[in-house]
């Protein structure tokens, strides 16, 4: 899964390398039995310094979670099998409608890892197609990747002409290229029309869905892609062995 906070993390851990490199070459070696032993300039041993190195680290990462949900205003994120009302209103699903199972996805059309999520839900929608419905929201990490906005707001002027799903696939299928050219390009592909798909992306029409989904994204603290709902339900590793066991037990309850 990729996060908003992947690069100022990785800028702290780059901070604190270069903080214990420096105290490791102030120190100096200390034999004890066979094993010779990096001192660092403390007096602290170099295995008990990495220990207390990951735990530093560990902090980091929690503290900068817990800053950025502060930032963005945002709540709790959510827990393995905590229940949570997600709003569906203006959107239609990939499936049936009255389907048992209501599976809803925070994605990101240029993160690789909700490429994937998208191919696995695919599968999921063939095998199970008359029990299973799938709705996509939006949660473009604009941090990290550039195109991703541009891409929302693409499929969602293509959602306003009843093409959401079509322009889904292609984007997708595309997501090494989602510059405007080519986001018009494929909207061409999707059957739009174009007239009416530039005004959405002209008067802030499409961008507006997309800063709604992001807004309810924030105020739940979803921070990483795929972020993956079944009936309202947190999946914590959304495998598709995980997905397909979680519908599983809901058919066995209706």
């Not at 696995?120 to 604009?142: E, H, S, T």
Request: with cysteine; charged share 25%.
């Amino acid at each position: 899964m990729e996060s908003k906070t992947t690069v100022i993390i990785g800028a702290v851990v780059l901070f604190l390398a270069g903080f214990f490199i420096g105290q490791l070459t102030g120190g100096g070696l200390r034999k004890g039995g066979a094993a010779t032993q990096v001192v660092m300039a403390d007096g602290k041993t170099l295995d008990v310094r990495l220990n207390e190195m990951d735990e530093e680290l560990s902090s980091v990462k929690k503290n900068m979670d817990e800053l950025m949900t502060k930032v963005r205003g945002g709540g709790q994120r959510p827990q393995p099998a905590q229940q949570i009302n997600l709003d569906l209103s203006d959107r239609a699903p990939l499936g049936k409608a009255d389907a048992k199972v209501t599976i809803v996805e925070f994605s990101d059309f240029q993160c690789p890892y909700c490429q994937r999520m998208a191919n696995n839900l695919g599968d999921i929608a063939k095998q199970y197609p008359d029990d299973v419905k799938i709705y996509f929201k939006n949660r473009p990490l604009n941090s990290i990747h550039q195109f991703a906005q541009g891409a929302a707001e693409a499929a969602e002027a293509a959602r306003q002409q009843g093409k959401f799903w079509p322009m889904y696939d292609l984007l997708f299928k595309n997501r090494n290229a989602l510059d405007a050219a080519s986001l018009e390009k494929y909207a061409q592909e999707a059957g739009l029309n174009m007239s009416k798909y530039k005004e959405s992306l002209s008067s802030g029409a499409a961008k507006t869905f997309v800063d709604k989904d992001s807004a309810e994204a924030d105020k739940l603290a979803i921070n990483s892609t795929p972020t993956v709902f079944i009936n309202g339900t947190y999946v914590a590793n959304p495998s598709p062995e995980a997905v397909k066991a979680q519908i599983d037990e809901v058919l066995k309850k209706k």
